[in-house]
């Protein structure tokens, strides 16, 4: 069974920083792509930031000078570092990883909020 464990949700003030991390507890096939996702009450859950195996990236327009996603192969694991957060960044922040045979899986998520 492949589980998913994010960390580093909490709550910040408006400006402050946090770093999410998502380890993949086993594998059986090599990572190909890892993203995460957001979700904010009411809203559809959309696109953070992926990035490859082989480190390529991609951004939301939104979010691409605040937010960098890593990834650390030897440890299956992604990280997300959030800067500048504002309170629109308040949301579920979900891990995406799909494997080179294709299976797909999600993390529970974990809960960002951005207030003062």
């Known amino acids: 069974q492949v589980q998913l464990v994010e960390s580093g949700g909490g709550l910040v003030q408006p400006g402050g920083s946090l770093r999410l991390s998502c380890a993949v507890s086993?594998?059986?096939?090599?990572?190909?792509?890892m993203a995460w996702y957001r979700q904010a009450p009411g809203n559809e859950r959309e696109l953070v930031a992926n990035i490859t195996q082989a480190g390529r990236v991609n951004y939301a327009d939104s979010m691409k000078e605040r937010f960098m996603i890593s990834r650390d192969n030897a440890r299956n694991t992604v990280y997300l570092q959030m800067n500048s957060l504002k309170p629109e960044d308040t949301a579920v922040y979900y891990c995406?990883?799909?494997?080179?045979?294709?299976?797909?899986?999600w993390g529970k998520g974990t809960q960002v909020t951005v207030s003062s």
């Open positions: 995406f990883v799909t494997f080179f045979n294709g299976m797909e899986y």
């Open positions: 086993r594998r059986f096939f090599g990572i190909n792509y």
